[in-house]
């Protein structure tokens, strides 16, 4: 039988998954609130070629760098994998997910059962995205930028400055 105490982390690292196609305020604000938690989180970009994403793997990682700057404990990486093996691989115990609404929860639950199938080590925890970001998703904010709308309350300045880079290239 496994001892409570066995189960016990003693260094508490968070993966944080995503496409993060871009990074937007409502990225931020679980990664901020998750690394007060935990002693590190691992911002983890996903290297998904089949979603078409508007910015390179290395664009998005690059944008999350400088954005995250300023946190001491936060490290951003890649994979292509899955997440659940990269979990382990980076000695991680804890998948971190923001929830928007309740639409989110239904894909989020399914995602959280079958991770924890995979690897019962493995725990999900959801964090309440905060409600001045509930609306907001990196589809819309890609959505309003396409057509030259404003995205500076949505996205930081290196994301508007890079969206702003990408939609001008399509003029
Ligand atoms: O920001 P997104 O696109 O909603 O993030 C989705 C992500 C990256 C968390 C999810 O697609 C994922 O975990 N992909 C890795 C492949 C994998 O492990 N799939 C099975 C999940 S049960």
Redesign the pocket.
């Known amino acids: 039988m496994v001892k409570m105490n066995e189960m016990k982390h003693d260094y508490k690292i968070a993966v944080y998954?995503?496409?993060?196609d871009p990074v937007t305020f409502g990225h931020l604000d679980i990664i901020h609130r998750a690394a007060n938690v935990f002693d590190k989180v691992i911002v983890a970009v996903?290297n998904n070629s089949r979603?078409n994403p508007l910015f390179t793997v290395e664009e998005r990682t690059q944008l999350l760098q400088e954005v995250t700057r300023g946190v001491p404990n936060v490290e951003v990486d890649s994979f292509g994998d899955?997440?659940?093996n990269y979990v382990a691989e980076k000695k991680a115990h804890v998948i971190v997910k923001g929830l928007r609404a309740v639409s989110d929860f239904e894909y989020e639950m399914q995602?959280a059962s079958?991770?924890h199938k995979l690897n019962d080590k493995v725990e999900t925890f959801f964090m309440m995205t905060s409600p001045q970001y509930s609306y907001l998703s990196s589809s819309i904010v890609k959505e309003i930028a396409r057509y030259h709308g404003p995205v500076s309350d949505l996205v930081p300045l290196e994301v508007e400055a890079a969206l702003r880079i990408k939609y001008t290239e399509d003029r």
């Open positions: 998954p995503g496409s993060f996903l979603k899955l997440l659940i995602m079958l991770n």
